[in-house]
């Protein structure tokens, strides 16, 4: 029995057959089993997010306006200038207009006040004339009333009064007349001439009360007339401030004086002057005359896509490339705003999307950078950020 070509020819396919598993790049196990390997943890890995910014100043750019309906005068400055906070940018045609009107305002408040003063010494002389006057008529009311009290005790039955006691020694003459021893002694003559007398002290005394009646009323009178022009004469102080409208006057000085302040264009703060829209001459709309900005500090505003957002955190480091830069800038995200909105800034590459919304994010550039970006204020620029992720 032969079975050598048998044999050979199963050792010929065996060979073949461990020929083409070798280069397909298997190894026969030959029954040895092989233990598994644990799978490797990925590493984290560092990917760049890709956006569109633009370079501004950080503290932003003020726009500045004129009352609208004015007309620029003179422009004091020009672009690339260098200002102060309160410095005149320009000088608008009402200012003289507002500050004549001013000066007139002030010179009728002098005015005001002067006749004010004058009316109020005038009432106050009078004020000083009513008090002599119900002084006065007070001092003759107390003396008319004591020489009232004085003629009533002489008239009086008081037997210190002077009618009294004549009155008693006409009655002793009488009683003397009457007695027969002692008639001799009173004659009739002396006794009428007492009666006599007592009848002009009598008479006399009722004509002065009479008069002192009179001028006690009369000098009571003098009184309420001199009481009432002392309050006529008080209220007419209190009434100058209100017949002179000095705290109008003075409300109006203060709005005129707030005008002609904000007459002129000055500058809010300090900074450089970035564009000009406005010559002299022409007439104020109330759009923007002129930008300003203050450029010691400057960032960058990238637009960055709403799916890419989540990746990015504060402080992560960003590069800014442009050609119009003298090099490239680098800086760190400061802020992630929360609004979404759609993108303000278009791709320079023709394929790029454009209908997605993005996120603004801050990029604060340190104080090197900024002097460079500062010479291309809203300069839009590329802006790839290095941020760090796990991959699977």
């Known amino acids: 029995m032969v079975i050598e070509p048998s044999i050979h020819l199963s050792k010929t396919r065996f060979t073949l057959t461990l020929c083409v598993l070798m280069g397909l790049g298997c190894a026969p196990t030959f029954g040895v089993r092989q233990s598994p390997k644990t799978p490797e943890k990925a590493p984290a890995k560092s990917t760049g997010i890709s956006a569109q910014g633009r370079l501004l100043p950080a503290s932003g750019i003020v726009q500045i306006s004129a009352l609208p309906g004015d007309r620029i005068e003179k422009l004091l400055v020009e672009v690339n200038q260098q200002v102060v906070e309160g410095q005149v940018l320009a000088r608008m045609r009402s200012e003289k207009l507002r500050a004549a009107e001013l000066d007139a305002a002030r010179t009728k408040l002098i005015e005001t006040r002067k006749a004010a003063e004058a009316k109020r010494t005038e009432s106050q002389l009078g004020i000083d004339t009513a008090r002599g006057r119900l002084k006065q008529a007070e001092s003759q009311l107390k003396q008319a009333t004591e ?61 002065s009360m009479l008069v002192a009646t009179q001028a006690s009323e009369a000098a009571l009178l003098a009184a309420e007339i001199a009481h009432d022009g002392l309050e006529a004469a008080e209220k007419a102080v209190t009434l100058v401030e209100e017949s002179f409208p000095t705290r109008s006057l003075e409300k109006q000085i203060e709005l005129l004086e707030l005008q002609v302040a904000q007459s002129p264009i000055v500058a809010p703060c300090d900074g450089m002057i970035l564009s000009l829209f406005a010559e002299a001459g022409e007439l104020s709309t109330g759009l923007p005359a002129m930008e300003l900005a203050n450029l010691e500090k400057m960032v960058c505003i990238a637009e960055v896509h709403e799916a890419d957002i989540g990746q990015l955190a504060i402080g992560d480091i960003a590069t800014i490339h442009s050609s119009a830069l003298e090099r490239s800038l680098q800086g760190r995200i400061r802020r992630i705003d ?31 950078d900024s002097r460079i970006a500062a010479r291309r204020v809203q300069l839009q620029v590329d802006v790839s950020i290095q941020t760090v992720r796990k991959t699977d």
């Not at 009290?149 to 008081?158: F, H, I, R, S």
């Not at 303000?344 to 990029?363: E, G, H, K, L």
């Open 147 to 207: 020489q009232k009290k004085l003629l009533e005790t002489q008239l009086g039955d008081a037997p210190s009064s002077q009618v009294a006691a004549l009155q008693k020694q006409i009655e002793t003459f009488v009683a003397l007349r009457k007695d027969p021893l002692t008639r001799p002694m009173i004659g009739a003559m002396e006794l009428e001439a007492r009666q006599i007398e007592l009848n002009k002290i009598h008479t006399s005394l009722q004509s």
């Open 338 to 368: 929360s609004l979404v909105g759609m993108p303000q800034m278009r791709s320079p590459n023709p394929m790029a999307r454009t209908d997605f919304r993005a996120v603004p994010v801050v990029i604060e550039l340190d104080d090197e």
